[in-house]
């Protein structure tokens, strides 16, 4: 299999202006991300992993250094619809349906009735909310609420996915099993996935390459490989193989904000 | 029940006071009759006597709804005497009028949110035009229409649109621009259109607004078909028995025609209410949020 980049950043910087002054929110970040890679972002709250994903989507402009997106630059992948993107909230429209949520992109992209409603109903029963089509997002809990955004994002097909701590917000049970689907799903499809979590197992379960980040400013502190095997399944998580690359980025972590220990 | 009692306590506490500022207000009169006369006069006499004047200061409650019952009820609704004809005159002025400001409020709202320069150029003048005085502009407008031949219902229609585009542009310059920075990001993830932003976006999200300031609009519009009818001396109309009944010093009258225009305002902007709830509650906002 040739390996394809998708995304190659190089010395990115990214400076907010606030009234307090400038904030440096990404500080040197070289990153380069091969097609079908699962590569998750973790960090403390504030490192930059959420600004990071949206330099990739185009949702905010690096002040320094280049990133591509499928070779081009971030706008021209946002403008030919390259990724799905779900965000650390669930970001619905109050006043549709979840069933007319998930369909919202599909709307945006002139899809016809039939192809949007089997589309909807599809990813409706892989995030368990068959059933649930015709309630208003108030009616869901929020855990809920999150999954249908997950819902949402796939219904796109895209080849990349960006999620922004798309499990935060669920019970321990549910996010296990949410696991288990994005992971099947990604084995089933390649796609590319960049995933942002605060759960050092989920990154550890999930992912190809774990980017541990550290803050002020944000920056990569550790890259980690760690391809447990296909085919994995959640009782990986009590293998040594597992606990050993656990334990390195608890570590990166720790490493990563030692003046909270003092 | 529970919330029929505070209103209904209120209402009588208002009626009380309203007795008791027409014996005070009504008194001098009746005292003043007495002396001349040259009789004395009992206290129980004038309690009488202010209840049942015929141009007293303040009329009596009673007799202001005897009036609204006497020119609407047993007067036919064609008759120039008729409270029922006076108020559809009005009404059909407000109603055009809020027509039309509705709708330029909103046209001048969707400019002004697509485009800068329009936000820039057209907001001031906006915001000045409501600064002059409605009474300054009124027989203006009613003079210069009517020179060059148009009259009736039209020129006090525009003085009602002029008083009620404000409140729904402003309302929808705020509703269009209320969607959140993360649905909109959302939107600009898809790639979607600037018309499909607007219209699966914007206007969604500016229903809530557009009724609020539709109700305010829809007030506005009353005082502006009323205020319309008093420079030229109009026949018919509210504003029209304002005008008529202070010339005659008919102050049950004027008081009548004034609880007339409450009335209606009141049944308009309810009827906005609830087509505004209607709404909502079909584009699924949650039930005690409609409210
Ligand atoms: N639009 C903005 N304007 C100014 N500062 C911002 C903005 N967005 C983020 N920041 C700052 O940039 C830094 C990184 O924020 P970011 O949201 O990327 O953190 P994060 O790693 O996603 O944190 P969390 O885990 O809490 O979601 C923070 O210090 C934040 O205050
Ligand atoms: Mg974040």
Redesign the interface.
């Known amino acids: 299999m040739d390996t394809q980049t998708v995304i190659k950043a190089e010395k990115l910087n990214l400076t907010f202006q606030t009234n307090d002054g400038p904030v440096h929110a990404l500080s040197n970040i070289d990153l380069s991300i091969d097609k079908g890679e699962f590569v998750s972002l973790i960090g403390p709250s504030g490192c930059g992993k959420t600004t990071l994903l949206r330099v990739i ?3 905010e402009k690096p002040s320094d250094g280049t990133i591509t997106v499928n070779g081009m630059t971030p706008e021209e992948a ?4 390259a ?3 779900v ?1 650390q ?1 669930a ?1 619905l ?5 979840i069933a007319d949520n998930i369909a ?2 599909l ?3 002139g899809l016809d009735k039939a192809e949007r409603e089997k589309r909807v109903s599809e990813n409706l029963e892989l995030v368990d909310l068959a059933g649930f089509g015709n309630k ?1 997002p ?1 009616q869901l809990s929020g855990g809920m609420q999150q999954r249908a955004s997950i819902a949402r994002a796939l219904a ?1 097909q895209p080849d990349m996915l960006l999620m922004d701590e798309p499990f935060g917000a669920l019970d321990e049970i549910v996010r296990d099993h949410l696991n288990e689907q994005l992971l099947k799903l990604w084995a089933a499809t390649k796609k590319t996935v960049v995933f942002v979590t605060h759960s050092i197992p989920e990154a550890v379960f999930l992912s190809t390459r774990i980017v541990v980040m550290s803050p002020r400013p944000g920056r990569i502190h550790d890259v980690i490989d760690c391809d447990l095997g296909e085919n994995r399944t959640l009782d990986i998580r009590e293998t040594p193989e597992f606990l050993k690359i656990a334990h390195r980025v608890r570590d990166g972590l720790r490493a990563g904000h030692s003046y909270e220990d003092v | 029940m529970k919330r029929v009692a505070p209103i209904f306590t209120v209402v009588a506490a208002i009626i009380a006071i309203w007795y008791v500022a027409a014996v005070f207000l009504n008194a001098p009169f009746e005292r003043d009759q007495a002396e001349r006369a040259g009789r004395p006069i009992a206290f129980s006499e004038i309690l009488q006597r202010t209840m049942v004047q015929e141009r007293p200061i303040l009329p009596a409650p009673h007799q202001v709804a005897a009036e609204l019952w006497d020119t609407t009820v047993t007067k036919k609704i064609t008759s120039k005497r008729s409270l029922v004809y006076h108020a559809w005159i009005t009404l059909s002025a407000t109603l055009l009028g809020f027509v039309m400001g509705t709708v330029l409020g909103i046209v001048l709202a969707v400019g002004i949110v697509h485009s800068s320069v329009l936000d820039k150029s057209l907001m001031p003048w906006i915001i000045t035009s409501q600064t002059i005085p409605i009474l300054a502009i009124a027989p203006m407008i009613i003079v210069v229409l009517s020179s060059v031949g148009v009259t009736g219902l039209l020129p006090k229609a525009l003085i009602s649109t002029y008083l009620s585009f404000f409140p729904v542009a402003v309302g929808m310059v705020k509703g269009l621009r209320s969607p959140e920075a993360m649905h909109l990001d959302l939107m600009k993830t898809y790639s979607a259109s600037r018309s499909n932003v607007f219209w699966k976006l914007r206007v969604p999200a500016s229903m809530p607004y557009l009724f609020t300031s539709m109700k305010v609009a829809v007030a506005a519009s009353l005082v502006g078909a009323i205020v319309g009818e008093l420079p030229t001396g109009a026949v018919a109309g509210l504003g029209a028995r304002l005008l008529a009944g202070s010339y005659y010093g008919q102050t049950v009258q004027i008081w009548s025609a004034l609880f007339a225009a409450a009335i209606m305002a009141a049944l308009l902007v309810t009827l906005i209410g609830m087509l505004g709830t209607w709404v909502n509650r079909r584009m699924g906002v949650r039930p005690e949020a409609a409210r």
């Open positions: 989507a185009d949702l946002r403008l030919k619809r990724y799905g993107y965000f909230a970001a429209f109050p006043w549709r349906t919202l992109p709307e945006v992209m208003f108030w796109v």
